[in-house]
């Protein structure tokens, strides 16, 4: 929610201005249910701005209590389209397969750890094409598969030990904002110190690195040499080490996403055993 000593809170060109940008935005989308949420957030915003422009002519001391009450009503507007949203996925789902959640209710058996970033452009489910209950999913900010993670090591554990996965993907995207935020000499608090292993790895391969001219290049470079050494993280972490040595069928591969065309790219850095690392 705005607070209500928003600049632009009283200014019913802030709030057109706003809902354009989402009408622009609904325009480019093909998901009909996304279309919808997007215009319907937008006609809430022209109601603010007509609003505003109301409350504009009258006495100043209402003006704030009204338009906050407005605002507080598209906030609810918000997620009351995601709820919405929700819905018609479920019954989408049943309309396709009666017994689609009667099956994932009875059991959780995926062959896959899925080891991505948490941005949301890089859906793991929707980009490989299956179902809930087939990925098992962890996420984090770049993709980061950190031995002093206690949330990684649990999830890894649980993967191997328990659901007994066959394939570990460390699955990175081009034009990471961790990987960029890493590198950029920014200073955001908390997250640099979680972004330390990225900086680690580019001075590992700093010679490499200066070698691009092209920025975006190189940054997509550091995105890649980012998935390899997660890689080999995860490799070389005690629970993998273990269930290799007890005989369990288990590989980890590197993955990279690209946003701009959809498409995963395997960065061929497989390990399927110690005598690999």
Request: aromatic share 6%; charged share 25%; hydrophobic share 40%.
């Amino acid at each position: 929610m705005i607070a209500l000593t928003h600049p632009y809170i009283n200014d019913p060109k802030y709030w057109r201005e706003r809902a354009e940008e989402l009408r622009s935005i609904a325009k480019l989308l093909d998901d009909t249910d996304a279309k919808r949420q997007m215009r319907a957030i937008a006609a809430s915003y022209d109601r603010l701005a007509e609003h505003t422009q109301q409350q504009s002519k009258e006495n100043k001391s209402g003006e704030a209590s009204a338009a906050s009450t407005l605002i507080k009503g598209a906030d609810d507007l918000m997620l009351d389209q995601l709820k919405e949203s929700n819905r018609s996925w479920a019954a989408r789902m049943v309309s396709e397969n009666a017994d689609f959640f009667r099956r994932l209710e009875r059991q959780q058996a995926p062959k896959y750890l899925w080891i991505g970033c948490s941005d949301s452009r890089v859906p793991a489910n929707t980009i490989v094409g299956v179902d809930p209950g087939e990925l098992f999913v962890h996420r984090n900010v770049a993709n980061l598969a950190s031995p002093q993670d206690a949330n990684y090591l649990s999830v890894l554990q649980f993967a191997v030990d328990v659901l007994k996965v066959k394939h570990i993907m460390v699955v990175g995207h081009y034009g990471c904002g961790g990987v960029s935020a890493a590198v950029d000499d920014e200073r955001r608090g908390l997250v640099d110190h979680w972004l330390h292993p990225i900086r680690e790895v580019c001075r590992a391969h700093r010679s490499e690195l200066d070698d691009i001219v092209d920025t975006r290049a190189r940054l997509d470079r550091l995105c890649e040499l980012n998935v390899m050494q997660q890689v080999r993280n995860v490799a070389s972490d005690v629970f993998v080490l273990n269930a290799w040595a007890r005989g369990q069928k288990l590989a980890v591969h590197g993955w990279i996403y690209s946003i701009s065309d959809g498409l995963i790219r395997d960065l061929n850095v497989t390990v399927s055993g110690p005598e690999e690392l």
